[in-house]
Every structure is written in C-alpha cells, then in structure tokens.
C-alpha cells in the first residue's frame, strides 16, 4: 500500500530490526517506546482496521497472538505484558495499518485497565 509507513517497513524501504518474522507477520520496536519495552506486531497484510478483516485475516490475527506468547519471553517479556490495538480516532491510532502494541518490562501504570 502506497503511503503506509508499515508497508514500507515490511517492503524493506524503511530500514528495521525485526525481532521476530514469519510468513503472516513481523515484530519491531516502536520508535517512539510507550514503555521499557515496546514492539509492534505487523500482519504482513495491510488492512486499516479489525472491521475490514476477512476470515483469513482473523486466522492471522489469531496465529499473531498466540505466536507473541511463545516468543515473550525472547522478547524480554517473562514478567508479563500488555497488548494493544487502537482502532480509530478517539483511540488515537495514527498508523491505518493493524498493527499490535506490545508493551511490557515493567509494571503497567494504568490501573484503570
Ligand atoms: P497507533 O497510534 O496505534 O497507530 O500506533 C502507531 C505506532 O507506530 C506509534 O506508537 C508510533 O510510535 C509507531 N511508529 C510510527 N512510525 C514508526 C517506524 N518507522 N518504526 C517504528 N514504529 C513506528
Ligand atoms: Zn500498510
């Protein structure tokens, strides 16, 4: 997709470490971390949102959540972590493609969550 910071990171025009990749998605650090530790899971399929998602998509999205649980504790996250996926606006998403916080290494200080 034309114009998608995240297809350009999957496509290789933007340079990144990927701590974790197979053939439905990848894992990189945030550039801006929210968190001691703060990774994106990017399906290597671009869809804006979870209401565009087909049946193959939600079979991506469930191979992407399981697959952070058994990676987590690569990824410095043996003490547990958080996982987020804005969804518009008002949740603040800034990048149109689906994409999963991963934020952990410390304890959360969002108790209202
Ligand atoms: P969201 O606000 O949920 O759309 O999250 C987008 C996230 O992408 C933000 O946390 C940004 O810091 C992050 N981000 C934007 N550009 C890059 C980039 N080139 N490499 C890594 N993370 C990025
Ligand atoms: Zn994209």
Do not use: W
Request: hydrophobic share 35%; glycine share 8%.
């Amino acid at each position: 997709m034309k114009d998608c910071v995240f297809c350009s990171i999957l496509e290789g025009k933007i340079p990144s470490q990927r701590y974790y990749e197979d053939e439905r998605f990848i894992v990189i650090k945030d550039i801006e971390p929210k968190a001691k530790l703060h990774y994106l899971a990017i399906p290597k399929k671009h869809y804006k949102l979870l209401s565009e998602m087909n049946d193959s998509d939600r079979d991506d999205l469930g191979h992407i959540m399981s697959t952070i649980s058994q990676i987590a504790p690569k990824l410095g996250l043996d003490g547990g972590y958080r996982l987020v996926i804005n969804q518009g606006d008002d949740a603040g998403q800034t990048v149109f493609h689906l994409h999963i916080h991963i934020l952990g290494g410390q304890k959360m200080d969002f108790p209202e969550l």
